[in-house]
C-alpha cells in the first residue's frame, strides 16, 4: 500500500498531531520529514496531553515506529529532552531504542550559533517574520550552504569538533555584525556532546527503513510540519518558515520516489489561525476573534503566543488542494465554530484591478491589495463535540463540510470535534 501524506494545508497548527495520533492506530510507521522544533504538535489521550517538536505524533501507540528523516532539521537538546520524556513514561526502551524511534543520520544538526543568529535577525528586524527563534532559519541556510553537520557527526566528538570550527569564523563574522557576542567551538560542542549519548543510538537510515516498510505492505504516515502557506518558496513569502511544506517535501525529507505516495491528507482549522508575521486577509478581529481564540485554545504549542483567528479561507485551501495534489481534506476544530454563526467563509480575492480570483494570491505585495470576497452561512448552534461519525452531526454542519469541498476541489473524509484522540471523525470509505 503506497504512503499516507498527513500535511498542513494552511498556516499550520491545523491539528496534524492529533490527527497522526489517531490514524497511527492502524499504521506501522510514522515519519517527520521538514522542519525542526518550530513544530509543535498536540496530542491529547484520556486527557492527558503531549505536545511533540521533533518525534512523530504515533509514538503513543507502541506498535508504531517513529522515524525522523534527514529532511528534518535537528536540535539535539531538544530531541535528548524529548526521548528522556517518553522514556520516563514508560513510551520507549533506551537500551533497545532502534525499535521505536530511528533518527536519519543526515539530518542536519541546529547549532546554539543558529538559535542566536536566528533571534538576533528577528531582533534587528522589529520580528518582522516573528519565527519561533528556535535556529530553524540559519540552519536550513546551512543545508542548502553544503555547510551543515549532519547528525552522524555526533559519534565522532573530532569529527563534529572540526566540523564546527570550519564554520564558526563566517558565523562570528555575523554575530559581531548583529552587535552579538561571538562564540567558541567548545561552547557549542558542550550542548551537543552532552545530548550525544541519547541521539547516537538512534541514528540510521531512514529512507530505505521505509520502502522496506512499504515493501511489506504495512502502512506508513508522513507527518508534515508547519503548513503550507509557510513553505519556504510557495507560501507567502518571505512570511515563512524555511523548509518546503508541501507534498514534494515527503519524497525529499524521506528520501524515496513520488511512487511511493497514495492519499495526500490536507488538513484545515474549520476558521483560520496564524502565529507570527505576515497578512491574514479573513482575520476576524475585535471581541468575536478574541472568543473563537479562547474557545479554540488558540496559542502557540511552540511559544505560547496567541495566534491571530480569522474565517474558514477556501481561496487559499483551493491553492493548497492544486499545489499538494491533496486527495482528501481533514477538517478540525469544527466544535469551535458552534453557536459563532453566521459564519463568514471567503470564496476568492478580488484584486485592486476589480478582477477576481478563485484563489488566494499568493505573494504578500498582490494579497495586501486584493480583498476576500465572502458567503455568509448560517452556522450551527448544536454540541458537537461528542459526536463520533460523520452521521452524528447536524445537517448544517454536513452543509459547511460540502462547501468547503466543492470550493477547495477535495472531499472531506476526517473531521475534528475535540482535542481528543476519540473526536476524530473519519468517513467510511466506500
Ligand atoms: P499541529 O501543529 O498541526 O499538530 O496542531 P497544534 O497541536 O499546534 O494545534 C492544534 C490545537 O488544537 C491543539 O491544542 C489540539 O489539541 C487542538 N485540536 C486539534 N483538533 C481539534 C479539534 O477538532 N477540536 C478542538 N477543540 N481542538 C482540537
Ligand atoms: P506546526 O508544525 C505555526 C511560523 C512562525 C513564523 C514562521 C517562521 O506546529 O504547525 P520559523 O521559526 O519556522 O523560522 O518561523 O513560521 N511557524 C509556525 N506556525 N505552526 C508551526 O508548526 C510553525 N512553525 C513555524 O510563527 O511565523
Ligand atoms: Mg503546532
Known sequence: ???????????????????????????DVVVRYQGGNNAGHTLVVGGQKTVLHLV??????????????????????V??????????????????????????????????????????????????????????????????G????????????????????AILPEKNA???????????????????????????????????????ALDRDETVLFEGAQGTLLDVLHGTVPYVTSSHTTTGAVCTGTGIGPGRLGRIVGLAKAYVTRVGGGPLP????????????????????????????????????????????ITELAVTKLDVLTGIG???????????????????????????TSAPIYRTVAGWDEPIHLARRFEDLPRSVHEYLELIADVAGAPVTIVGVGPDREATLVRARG
Open 1 to 27: 500500500m503506497p504512503g499516507i501524506v498527513i500535511l498542513g494545508a494552511q498556516w499550520g497548527d491545523e491539528g496534524k498531531g492529533k490527527v497522526v495520533d489517531h490514524l497511527a492506530a492502524s499504521a
Open 56 to 77: 512523530p505524533s504515533g509514538i503513543l501507540h507502541p506498535k508504531t515506529r517513529c522515524l525522523v528523516g534527514p529532511g528534518v532539521v535537528l536540535d539535539p537538546a
Open 79 to 144: 530531541l535528548a529532552r524529548e526521548v528522556k520524556a517518553l522514556e520516563a513514561r514508560g513510551l520507549l526502551d533506551l537500551r533497545n531504542p532502534g525499535e521505536r524511534l530511528v533518527v536519519s543520520q543526515h539530518a542536519a544538526l541546529i547549532l546554539d550559533v543558529h538559535r542566536e543568529l536566528d533571534q538576533a535577525r528577528e531582533a534587528v528586524a522589529g520580528g518582522r517574520i516573528g519565527t519561533t527563534g528556535r535556529g530553524i532559519g540559519p540552519a536550513y541556510e546551512d543545508v542548502a
Open 146 to 165: 553544503r555547510r551543515s553537520v549532519p547528525a552522524r557527526a555526533l559519534k565522532d566528538p573530532e569529527d563534529l569538533r572540526a566540523r564546527i570550527a
Open 174 to 212: 555575523l554575530l559581531a555584525h548583529y552587535g552579538r557576542p561571538t562564540m567558541t567551538v567548545e561552547q557549542l560542542m558542550a550542548p551537543l556532546l552532552e545530548a550525544a549519548p541519547a541521539i547516537v543510538p538512534l541514528l540510521g537510515k531512514v529512507g530505505p527503513l521505509v520502502e522496506a
Open 282 to 325: 479573513t482575520a476576524i478581529g475585535g471581541e468575536l476573534e478574541d472568543r473563537i481564540r479562547a474557545i479554540g485554545q488558540e496559542f502557540g504549542a511552540t511559544t505560547g503566543r496567541p495566534r491571530r483567528c480569522g474565517w474558514l479561507d477556501l481561496a487559499a485551501l483551493r491553492y493548497a488542494v492544486r499545489l499538494n495534489g
Open 342 to 368: 453566521p459564519l463568514r467563509v471567503c470564496v476568492g480575492y478580488r484584486r485592486a484591478d476589480g478582477s477576481e480570483t478563485e484563489e488566494m494570491p499568493i505573494f504578500p505585495e498582490e494579497l495586501e
